[in-house]
């Protein structure tokens, strides 16, 4: 048994039992009171009862409180073992993530957490597990999510020469009455059949979730445009994708572009989109998007959250069924004009070009 420790005398009796009182940690004030117990002259035995502890566990505390006041009462996190990555492991890590692995010289096209513990093994002589990998990862503001697809032969200066197109917008609004109205659409096509898609969705951990997957061919097509910054859209199903199902839309979506206005439709390039048959509606200019840059047309991701909630995971009986699921889908869409906005917004189809 130690030798009995006096408590100091700074803190009187009552002043512990106030601090006790206004303490919001538990183990703070069981320890307080006890201590508060011993400056009462309460044995060491009757002091450790009061507390909730035995006589070596209230000497301690006493010890803390000697040194360190009331807040030495309280629990302090044990500090765990030292990183085994230290900030320049991290950069390391940081750095090679960010610029990806080169395939002939890695020999992989991705980094696997294999693959990362060699290189900081390589590079500094370090040995980790995979969680310690995933963890900093997690950290340095990583995480794991599939790739958006680029077409390989896509012109990234094409691309950004779009974005700032400034001359077709004003070649347009040059043909128009001053002070027109001018709104952004984007147009796009989406065939929907028995042969669906299956989405992600949430399961138990360990488990593989099971869906229904039709290998019949029963098909339609969606043609639908949307106007994000009106949340507004107008589409039509059609049973062929071709000039005369074009001319239909148009047709649709001159109906829904706002009185006195005049719309700007971005589609891609595909052939019934710039058939010399076609009759472009008065209140209606096309811009074609550069070949390979579907990411351009929004109305691709709104195809996306289409699938995802209404249309994928499903078995369709018949042509009819699915026309019936094509209408719902778009009208559920169309009564959140939110859902619109915020999905198929694009700051650059309006920052500078005055529309």
Not at 109 to 120: G, K, Q
Not at 184 to 203: C, H, I, P, S
Not at 259 to 285: F, M, R, Y
Request: charged share 25%; with cysteine.
């Amino acid at each position: 048994m130690g030798q009995p420790i006096a408590v100091r005398t700074d803190f009187a009796a009552v002043e512990v039992r106030r601090l006790a009182r206004r303490a919001k940690d538990s183990d703070q004030v069981r320890r307080l009171l006890a201590i508060a117990a011993v400056l009462d002259g309460a044995s060491r035995a009757e002091a450790a009862k009061v507390g909730g502890m035995d006589r070596q566990t209230l000497r301690d505390w006493v010890i803390r409180f000697n040194e360190q006041g009331p807040d030495g009462l309280i629990n302090v996190p044990a500090p765990g073992a030292p990183a085994k990555l230290n900030t320049e492991h991290r950069a390391f890590l940081a750095r090679i993530v960010d610029e990806g692995p080169t395939p002939p010289i890695h020999g992989v096209v991705r980094w696997r957490a294999c693959d990362l513990i060699m290189r900081l093994y390589e590079e500094f002589g370090i040995s980790v597990s995979d969680d310690t990998v995933y963890r900093a990862l997690k950290d340095l503001g990583f995480s794991h999510v599939s790739a958006r697809p680029r077409a390989y032969k896509q012109d990234p200066e094409a691309i950004e020469a779009f974005k700032k197109n400034y001359a077709r917008v004003e070649e347009i609004r040059s043909s128009l009455a001053p002070d027109t109205p001018v709104e952004v659409w984007f147009q796009d096509e989406m065939r929907v059949g028995q042969k669906n898609k299956l989405t992600y969705r949430w399961a138990r951990k360990g488990s593989r979730p099971r869906a229904a997957h039709d290998q019949r061919t029963q098909s339609t097509y969606l043609f639908g445009a949307v106007c994000p910054e009106l949340g507004t859209g107008a589409a039509l199903v059609l049973p062929f994708c071709n000039s005369e199902a074009m001319q239909l839309h148009l047709n649709e979506i001159a109906r829904k572009v706002s009185p006195g206005a005049h719309a700007i439709v971005i589609l891609d390039q595909a052939g019934w989109h710039g058939a010399k048959e076609l009759k472009i509606p008065h209140n209606i200019s096309l811009m074609p998007l550069p070949p390979r840059s579907p990411e351009l047309n929004s109305q691709e991701n709104i195809w996306q959250f289409m699938r995802q909630n209404w249309l994928s995971n499903r078995v369709f009986q018949s042509y009819d069924n699915i026309v019936d699921h094509c209408c719902y889908a778009w009208n559920t869409l169309i009564d959140q004009p939110w859902q619109i906005m915020s999905i198929a917004l694009r700051d650059w189809a309006y920052i500078g070009r005055s529309i």
